[in-house]
Structures are given as structure tokens and as C-alpha cells.
């Protein structure tokens, strides 16, 4: 089992920046890679950033250029700094596991941190 606990959300203006922290507990030896992902009310759940364990990255277009995920596997934490946030930005915001490493895929979810930017 892996357990993910998101923080860091909150209330920021247009412009604006925030860094959320996701801090990965249990069998973190498992996690082949990492990411973030939003949900806005009315909306589906999209891909916001993604880190393998190697370090590659991946990116919604709508994230290019002012978001960077980042992992510190002392820590085993995922981090997303959020630069340039606009109000489409605004969505709960989760963390997400992988474990592909074995027979079948495992995919864990954190609860999700509010991030609202207002204009």
C-alpha cells in the first residue's frame, strides 16, 4: 500500500505562485512514477504533470512553461511549483502514484488540495 498526503493549496491571486508538496508513505520502493493532476468543478480529471522514477517529465500544454514537477526521493516527496497561476488554474489539485513494476498496475490516489486563483 502507498498513502499520499497533498499540501500546499490555497488562495492566491492572478500572477501569482504556489508549491504543492506530496509526501508518499508505505511501499514507496514501488512507485515507478509520480504526478499531479486537477479536477475543476463540472470538469474531468486531467494530467497536469508527471515524473517517472528516471526523471522524465511530462506536462499538459496548459502547463508548459510556468508549472515544474520535481521529486525528491530522500524525501519521498513530489513537488509542483506553479508560477504564472491564472484562474483556470483554479481546481482540487491530487497526487498520483504508479507502480507498473510488477504483473499489474496500481495507480494511488492522495485526498486532493483546494487551489483557487482569483482574478
Known amino acids: 500500500q502507498v498513502q499520499l498526503v497533498e499540501s500546499g493549496g490555497g488562495l492566491v491571486q492572478a500572477g501569482g505562485s504556489l508549491r504543492l508538496s506530496c509526501a508518499a508513505s508505505?511501499?514507496?520502493?514501488?512507485?515507478?512514477?509520480m504526478g499531479w493532476y486537477r479536477q475543476a468543478p463540472g470538469k474531468q480529471r486531467e494530467l497536469v504533470a508527471a515524473i517517472s522514477s528516471g526523471g522524465s517529465t511530462n506536462y499538459a500544454d496548459s502547463a508548459k512553461g510556468r508549472f515544474t514537477i520535481s521529486r525528491d526521493n530522500a524525501k519521498n516527496t513530489v513537488y509542483l511549483q506553479m508560477n504564472s497561476l491564472k484562474p483556470e488554474d483554479t481546481a482540487v489539485y491530487y497526487c498520483?502514484?504508479?507502480?507498473?513494476?510488477?504483473?499489474?498496475?496500481?495507480?494511488?490516489w492522495g485526498r486532493g488540495t483546494q487551489v483557487t486563483v482569483s482574478s
Open positions: 508505505g511501499n514507496i520502493f514501488r512507485i515507478n512514477a
Open positions: 498520483n502514484a504508479v507502480d507498473y513494476s510488477g504483473p499489474y498496475e496500481y495507480d494511488y
